[in-house]
């Protein structure tokens, strides 16, 4: 009997490390080159996965610059609850830490606690990108103009379909009508 449960244990944990986890099953295969010159400025997000940190903010930004230290600074900002709402905003930095991988940022808006900021799909012209993370939890499009053409927008999340995300609980980000 002491055999057989200690077979069958062996085989459930087994089974469990042959699994793979969501975030193991997305695709996170980065962009090969970024321009970061080019990347600079403001952004608009377009959709995104909700979380905590964003949690009923409209009209969001990212505004990015060089900063004196060589990293990047990373302004996001947006109103609560409509686009007439209280602005909020929050400041951090970026990096990237390995020049070999352009598109693998860091980002930390909290001291030294730095998250993943994998650039997935970025036009040739930087007018659109979509960004993931290590997580499956973490997911944005963004755009250079407020509005988004649908059919780019379709575009990215049939792409974003094809890495493995499930966007059922994608958030269309209310932005201004240009």
């Not at 087994?14 to 975030?23: A, E, H, R, Y």
Request: hydrophobic share 40%; charged share 25%.
């Amino acid at each position: 009997m002491y055999k057989i449960r200690v077979l069958l244990i062996i085989s459930v944990l087994f089974l469990f490390s042959c699994t793979k986890s969501n975030s193991q099953m997305i695709d996170q295969t980065t962009v090969k080159a970024l321009d970061l010159n080019r990347y600079l400025g403001t952004w608009y997000e377009i959709a995104r996965f909700p979380h905590s940190f964003e949690k009923n903010l409209v009209g969001v930004t990212a505004t990015y610059s060089l900063r004196e230290d060589g990293k990047i600074e990373v302004v996001n900002q947006g109103y609560k609850n409509t686009l007439n709402g209280e602005r909020s905003k929050a400041v951090g930095k970026a990096k990237i830490p390995d020049k070999r991988e352009p598109g693998k940022l860091k980002v930390s808006f909290f001291w030294i606690f730095y998250a993943d900021y994998f650039v997935l799909e970025l036009d040739e012209n930087y007018q659109y990108v979509m960004i993931g993370s290590s997580s499956d939890k973490y997911f944005w499009i963004l755009s250079r103009a407020p509005q988004m053409e649908p059919a780019v927008y379709e575009m990215l999340l049939e792409k974003a379909r094809k890495r493995g995300y499930n966007l059922d609980k994608l958030y269309k980000v209310p932005q201004p009508k240009e």
